[in-house]
Structures are given as C-alpha cells and as structure tokens.
C-alpha cells in the first residue's frame, strides 16, 4: 500500500510563489499516476493537476494552468507542485493522491494535507 506525504505548505503572500513537495513510499509510485487536489474552507475538494507515470502528459485545471507546475521525480518518489502567482482564494488544504486511472480526476490514496494560506 502506497503510503503518501505532504510538505511546503505555509503562508505566503498573494502573487507568491510556493513548492509543494509529496513523498511516497512503497515500490509502485513509479508506474502510477498521480494528482494534486485541494480544499478550500467551506467548499469541496477540487482537483489542480496530474502527472502520468512516467512523466510527460501533464494535466490541470483551468484555474491554475499557466501558473502551476507539477512534476515528479521517480528516483526520490516525489511528486511537486510548484506555485506561482498565487491567489487569495487559493488559500486552502494541498492533497496529493494516487489516481487510478491515466484520466480520472478523482484520487483513491491520499495523503494528509498541507495548508496553504495566501494573505494580502
């Protein structure tokens, strides 16, 4: 059972930058696909990006395309999320998760979060 770990998160002013980090274990992580979500106050859990297995088809949500980079080293086990250009509304609880499937949007192993708070 894959067992995953969230770190980076912290407070950080709007328009910032953050990276976040999210370290595996078990002996899988490098053939499966992998995402990050997060969680707002008050709202439900929304997907932000995925990463394929071995790298190169990258996947992202509207809201953050174009300001969001995810990545994956598979030598570490790790997985990033590098965020730039960050929003107030973007403050938030950081998942990263397994995915099941190469084009689910929905994750099936989770890690337990990183908070992300963006002030003015």
């Known amino acids: 059972q894959v067992q995953l770990v969230e770190s980076g998160g912290g407070l950080v002013q709007a328009g910032g930058s953050l990276r976040l980090s999210c370290t595996a274990s078990g002996r899988t992580f490098s053939s499966r696909t992998m995402g990050w979500f997060r969680q707002a106050p008050g709202k439900e859990r929304e997907f932000v990006a995925r990463i394929s297995a071995n790298g190169p088809g990258r996947y992202y949500s509207d809201s953050v395309k174009g300001r969001f980079t995810i990545s994956r080293d598979n030598a570490k086990n790790t997985v990033y999320l590098q965020m730039n250009i960050l929003k107030l509304e973007e403050t938030a609880v950081y998942y990263c998760?397994?995915?099941?499937?190469?084009?689910?949007?929905?994750?099936?192993?989770w890690g337990q979060g990183t908070q992300v708070t963006v002030s003015t």
């Open positions: 998760a397994v995915i099941p499937a190469p084009y689910s949007l929905t994750g099936d192993i």
